[in-house]
């Protein structure tokens, strides 16, 4: 509707709505890290070890889930604004072009089974920076010049 207070809110409100959501889901899975790595568990000697690798993975891999909902957020905003181009590059860049040379560089190190779940909160972090900047871009080209007259 080109209402620019509107346009406002819905931004506003979309992205603390999901950084809310993903927060709690952060807490939940730090809280219950050892629980839900014993469902992995096996037989054998190996099942204290897949545990612990497990809870290591949860908890360090859940510290990107608030960035990647707040990049997620971006993304539905750049599509409500028309574009399309932006958001799929968003997410191309956290699940491939980030994941892949950073999982490579930690994979090259002797604790890899400890560091490589860096991966996925440093790709967050990488890619909701990019965002905001896409977000930013965006807003001046199709916000910014919206008049607050549409009352």
């Given at each position: 509707?080109?209402?620019?207070?509107?346009?406002?809110d819905?931004?506003?409100?979309?992205?603390?709505?999901?950084?809310?959501?993903t927060?709690?889901?952060?807490?939940?899975?730090?809280?219950?890290?050892?629980?839900?790595?014993?469902?992995?568990g096996l037989t054998g000697?190996?099942?204290t070890?897949?545990?612990?690798?497990?809870?290591?993975?949860?908890?360090?891999?859940?510290?990107?889930?608030?960035?990647?909902?707040?990049?997620?957020?971006?993304?539905?905003?750049?599509?409500?604004?028309?574009?399309?181009?932006?958001?799929?590059?968003?997410?191309l860049?956290?699940?491939?072009?980030?994941?892949?040379?950073?999982?490579?560089?930690?994979?090259?190190?002797?604790?890899?089974?400890?560091?490589v779940?860096?991966?996925?909160?440093i790709?967050?972090?990488?890619?909701?920076?990019?965002?905001?900047?896409?977000?930013?871009?965006?807003?001046?080209?199709?916000?910014?010049?919206?008049?607050?007259?549409?009352?």
């Amino acid at each position: 509707m080109k209402n620019k207070e509107k346009i406002n809110d819905c931004i506003k409100y979309g992205i603390i709505d999901t950084a809310v959501v993903t927060l709690i889901l952060t807490i939940i899975f730090e809280i219950f890290a050892v629980p839900l790595s014993n469902l992995f568990g096996l037989t054998g000697e190996t099942t204290t070890e897949i545990i612990n690798i497990c809870v290591v993975a949860l908890r360090i891999a859940s510290i990107g889930y608030i960035f990647m909902g707040f990049s997620i957020a971006i993304q539905g905003i750049l599509q409500s604004l028309g574009y399309a181009i932006k958001p799929l590059i968003i997410s191309l860049l956290r699940l491939v072009i980030f994941v892949f040379p950073i999982a490579y560089l930690f994979i090259l190190s002797k604790n890899v089974s400890n560091i490589v779940w860096w991966t996925f909160p440093i790709s967050e972090i990488l890619t909701s920076i990019i965002a905001i900047i896409m977000l930013k871009k965006s807003y001046e080209e199709k916000v910014e010049i919206i008049k607050i007259d549409n009352m």
